[in-house]
């Protein structure tokens, strides 16, 4: 799947701290699928300032990360409960669509 730099970030922030072995194994894959290598870092220029993240949004091409059956369910967990809380922010909105309609 396809993610640009805001899914990367928002979905490191929506994947689960605690559950079962399985899906803390899963998560921590996922985790180190979604962040950035050194060069994705220069390329896209990717700085953090006052616990903001900017990059170059020219430089976002997307990144194809493989998203197996387990992990999917666990986003679409994440982000349902997000929603039935009312917790689902604009942030969210690209990656709710992608997951869970």
């Known amino acids: 799947m396809i993610l640009n730099v805001l899914d990367r970030v928002t979905l490191l922030g929506v994947l689960p701290e605690q559950g079962d072995?399985?899906?803390?194994?899963?998560?921590?894959?996922?985790?180190?699928?979604l962040s950035f290598t050194e060069e994705e870092l220069r390329d896209l220029e990717i700085k953090q300032t006052d616990g903001r993240i900017f990059w170059n949004s020219g430089a976002d091409h997307g990144k194809d990360i493989q998203v197996g059956e387990k992990a999917t369910d666990i986003i679409v967990a994440s982000?349902?409960?997000?929603?039935?809380?009312?917790?689902?922010?604009q942030q969210h909105y690209d990656l709710y669509e992608k997951f869970c309609v």
């Open 21 to 33: 072995f399985v899906t803390l194994k899963i998560v921590r894959q996922l985790r180190e699928s």
């Open 79 to 89: 982000l349902k409960q997000l929603n039935d809380q009312k917790k689902l922010t």
